[in-house]
């Protein structure tokens, strides 16, 4: 065997030391030729340059365990014996199994903090810390009585109308449009709609455009609700199946 010089503190454990040998060796864990690995193990042992106790007794430990089953291994069988009985290596397998399954998680864990490091986070605008600071507001105060169903049940009414004639010849045909709207692009145009109107407010049918297909309708409907959750407008209602109305949001709850 050529001479090996190595350190031991190289390896986490015995288990670790073990572990290289089976894969520099390319063996099969689940049948350890017991002898060639031991006597390699006791010359990783004999070789090694710190011969401090207290960080040697676990890998005298092992070394022990290894001669055991060698040891058992080397034993005759009875002749009597009808059935084999525990592979003396099942136990040491199993912890060679653990150990690898531990082993690949912390590698896995160590990439994943090598990619980590890489990444560089922006840091917070002072309005985001602004906003951190201001106590939640429940969606009942920005909603000003109206529920959910009532805004659902408007934008249903604004799917129903019917305000433009229909070219009976035309409609017949089949067409592929493209998608020419965004929530963003609808969430801009509510507010320079607001802004244009008196008072800061708008019915809500009216941030449907005239000519409007169904895509925009719901394009535009998915924008105010956005604009509702950001606490940039907020909606009122004077009394029950009245129009619902639409204004800039105000820290006092009203238009």
């Known amino acids: 065997m050529e001479e090996i010089n190595i350190r031991l ?8 030391l073990l572990y290289h040998l089976i894969e520099k060796n390319e063996i099969d864990i689940y049948d350890i030729p017991i002898a060639s690995l031991t006597e390699q193990y006791m010359a990783y042992l004999e070789a090694a340059e710190d011969r401090d106790m207290d960080g040697m ?3 005298l430990l092992m070394a022990a365990t290894l001669l055991e089953i060698k040891s058992k291994m080397l034993l005759p069988k009875p002749k009597t014996e009808e059935e084999e009985g525990p592979d003396p290596r099942e136990e040491l397998v199993q912890r060679l199994l653990e150990y690898k399954k531990i082993k690949d998680a912390t590698e896995t864990l160590r990439e994943r903090e090598e990619d980590a490091a890489l990444v560089f986070y922006k840091e917070a605008d002072a309005s985001v810390e ?3 600071e201001r106590e939640p507001q429940e969606l009942d105060e920005i909603l000003q009585g109206i529920t959910l169903d009532d805004l659902h049940t408007a934008f249903l009414q604004v799917m129903a109308r019917q305000e433009t004639k229909v070219d009976r010849v035309r409609s017949s045909f089949r067409s592929v ?4 709207f965004t929530v963003s692009e609808k969430m801009e145009y509510i507010r320079d709609l607001l802004i244009l109107r008196p008072h800061g407010t ?3 049918h009216t941030i449907f ?6 895509m ?3 394009v535009t409907f ?3 609700l956005e604009l509702i959750k950001q606490k940039e407008v907020q909606i009122t209602q004077e009394k029950n199946f009245s129009e619902i109305l639409i204004s800039k949001y105000s820290e006092g709850g009203t238009a």
Do not use: Y
């Open 177 to 180: 449009q493209k998608d020419l």
């Open 130 to 132: 602004k906003l951190k």
């Open 9 to 16: 503190d190289a390896f986490e454990g015995p288990l670790d």
């Open 216 to 218: 925009e309708k719901v």
């Open 222 to 224: 998915l924008a105010l």
């Open 209 to 214: 455009r005239e000519n409007a297909g169904k």
């Open 202 to 204: 708008t019915a809500f």
């Open 57 to 59: 007794s676990e890998f």
